[in-house]
């Protein structure tokens, strides 16, 4: 599968299964899984023809590791990022002490005031090294990285959780708890 292929059913996996469920005319299960087969055939009926293997092909060379397949490889769902309403069933976990959140300069008044907000998604999405913050920060202009002093903030009541592919989560970050890197 070419790259531009692989790409184009990226996006529609993501569309569908973090944001727009029903656009393939399905219904997200809790944890955000949906059974392959319903998913292929919801692409199919959207115009979005691919094959089981390219989405196994998608999933497994997906860098950000975006998606994950049940024990059984039967159902499918996207890792973190949901802005449909799903439970995903995170578990609580024990952070790092710091965690880091990649930004364009332009954001940083707003979030230097505000903190970190989730806006439309489930959670606030954190990384857990300066250089995957970068690269998060760099897709939209020029990147600032964000501490987020985790402990401190584990410590005041917070609860975070740690999706399959290493993103961790939590509701907001208010700005008391970080500082630019």
Not at 9 to 30: D, N, Q
Not at 32 to 50: E, M, Q, T
Not at 78 to 96: I, K, M, R
Not at 121 to 142: C, E, I, M, N, Q
């Amino acid at each position: 599968m070419d790259e531009k292929r692989r790409v184009r059913i990226s996006k529609f996996m993501s569309l569908v299964l973090r944001h727009e469920p029903h656009t393939a005319g399905l219904t997200l299960e809790p944890g955000g899984w949906v059974l392959i087969d319903d998913l292929l055939a919801g692409a199919a009926r959207a115009g979005s023809r691919f094959t089981r293997d390219e989405l196994l092909a998608v999933v497994s060379t997906c860098e950000k590791q975006r998606f994950a397949l049940d024990d059984s490889s039967m159902k499918v769902r996207a890792n973190q990022g949901h802005s449909t309403e799903v439970d995903l069933q995170f578990e609580a976990s024990e952070p790092p002490a710091e965690l880091f959140h990649g930004t364009t300069e332009r954001n940083l008044p707003a979030i230097l005031r505000d903190g970190l907000v989730k806006m439309a998604r489930h959670h606030v999405h954190l990384s857990p090294d300066t250089a995957t913050a970068t690269k998060v920060g760099a897709r939209h202009g020029k990147p600032v990285v964000l501490l987020a002093d985790a402990a401190r903030m584990r410590a005041d009541g917070h609860t975070f959780f740690r999706s399959a592919n290493g993103v961790w989560l939590v509701d907001h970050v208010p700005p008391q708890y970080l500082r630019v890197v």
